[in-house]
Nanobody, 120 residues
């Protein structure tokens, strides 16, 4: 089973940018579609972006379209989330997850999360 470790979170002012990374261990990375989620205290974890195994298909939560971009480098076993024009409402803990089949909603592994804080 794949294991996931996120990095790249931090504190940024509104309008700024961050790039999150999620490094996967094991030789099964290319077997999975990948997703990014976020969670704030008191709310359910919400989907942010997803990408298919080969990277040819991507989808985004409506509020991040045009600002966030998901990508993957299968040679490096890493998936990225480039976040631009950040808003205070983007604040939360961001998690990456390995999805069995793109769009299925079935996730086999989760990272530990990385905190993103956006000030107004």
């Amino acid at each position: 089973q794949v294991q996931l470790v996120e990095s790249g979170g931090g504190f940024v002012e509104a309008g700024g940018s961050l790039r999150l990374s999620c490094a996967a261990s094991g030789r099964t990375f290319t077997s999975y579609a990948m997703g990014w989620f976020r969670q704030v205290p008191g709310k359910e974890r919400e989907f942010v972006a997803g990408i298919s195994r080969g990277g040819g298909s991507r989808n985004y939560e409506e509020s991040v379209k045009g600002r966030f971009s998901i990508s993957r480098d299968n040679a490096k076993n890493t998936v990225y989330l480039q976040m631009n024009s950040l808003k205070p409402e983007d604040t939360g803990v961001y998690y990456c997850a390995a999805e069995r089949i793109y769009g299925s909603g079935l996730y086999d592994a989760w990272g530990q999360g990385t905190q993103v804080s956006v000030s107004s």
